[in-house]
């Protein structure tokens, strides 16, 4: 089927191509994976997505083809542990390089990825992980102590790999095993060459569950495509954008139109730790981000803010 690309404005449009097409035709659409791997043959040292510190200072930079290398690494790790098609592995993180190289290795894997708000503690979170049967969890040394308080109450988790200094992993929570996720680097950097499509499903991200308990809404690789065909259409990106979020991974936001916009864009996709209203524009400013997604209340803090001489000195188009 063919989708009317309608392009907006040049005055709203970024500058740059759109290297993977329009994506107009859905027969030809792919996973966000398979748009990394072009992006790692045809410009591998472009910036893929970058990290910033708690000072709002980038602190990481991963090319395309580094960002391949990496996820293909830690997709053939889990691979190699047992992780298969359809399974489900978890994420409970602040934003961090490691939340961007789960999420694409786990489509790699033709698994599912659960990404937790790390906000979520005690017997919800317990029940997130239960729920969404995780066989594997990736978590941040913040987050230990939380997962400790609920370990007798996990059913189907198998292992826990935990980012960070090696040395402070410990060898069990529970019954659960406990690795380093820098041991996952020890997995081939090839394509793991699962056989994924665009209807297998990609996430299971929890709602936030304002009424009861949170509720897992799963997603399949073309629901994707086709957000990031959309976002791409409205707001004009392209390849020469940088696109910039302070919100976190866990968050559909971040992920389908920071992240995966990017990739589909051969773009640049910068992630903040947190969110600063009295800083939201400097870091703009000094990360050159020309695109920026935000909630209502992120930009009802930023007009409630004190006016900075950064806020005429960035570069955001939209």
């Known amino acids: 089927m063919e989708l009317l690309f309608k392009t907006r404005s040049q005055e709203f449009t970024g ?11 859905t027969s030809k659409w792919q996973p966000m994976t398979k748009y990394l791997e072009a992006g790692a043959e045809n410009y591998p040292d472009k910036a893929m997505f970058k990290i910033a510190n708690s000072n709002g200072e980038v602190a990481e930079t991963y090319s395309y083809k580094e960002t391949n290398e990496k996820c293909n690494q830690v997709a053939n790790g889990l691979i190699n542990l047992g992780v ?11 934003n ?13 894997t033709g698994g599912i990825q659960v990404p937790i708000n790390k906000d979520e503690k005690g017997e919800r979170l317990a029940y997130i992980i239960n729920y969404s049967d995780q066989v594997a969890l990736v978590v941040d040394e913040s987050g230990l102590p939380l997962i400790e308080d609920i370990a007798d109450k996990l059913e189907n ?24 996720f820098n041991n996952l680097y020890e997995g081939s950097s090839d394509n793991p060459n699962v056989d994924v499509g665009i209807d297998d499903k990609e996430r299971c991200m929890f709602t936030s569950g304002t009424t009861g308990m949170p509720k897992g809404v799963v997603r399949e690789h073309g629901g994707v495509v086709l957000t990031v065909r959309a976002y791409m259409q409205q707001q004009g990106v392209r390849s020469d954008d940088t696109l910039m979020s302070v919100l976190s ?3 559909a936001n971040a992920q389908a139109l920071c992240l995966f916009c990017a990739i589909g864009a051969g773009a640049t996709a910068v992630f903040f730790p947190k969110f600063s ?6 870091w ?3 990360c050159g981000a020309t695109c920026v997604n935000m909630l209502g209340a992120v930009a009802e803090y930023l007009y409630a803010s ?7 000195k960035h570069s955001i188009r939209i």
Do not use: Q
Not at 15 to 23: D, H, I, Q
Not at 164 to 178: F, H, L, Q, R, W
């Open 15 to 25: 500058p740059g191509s759109l290297p993977n097409g329009s994506l107009d035709d």
């Open 84 to 94: 298969g098609k359809g399974d489900k592995v978890g994420m409970y993180m602040l």
């Open 96 to 108: 961090c390089a490691e939340f961007v190289l789960s999420i694409l290795a786990i489509h790699k």
């Open 157 to 180: 988790l198998k292992i826990i790999y935990v980012t960070g200094d090696s040395a402070n992993v410990p060898e069990k929570i529970g019954n659960i095993s406990c690795e380093p």
């Open 249 to 251: 991974l866990g968050h």
């Open 277 to 282: 209203a009295s800083n939201f524009f400097k």
């Open 284 to 286: 703009a400013h000094d």
């Open 306 to 312: 004190k006016p900075s001489e950064y806020d005429e």
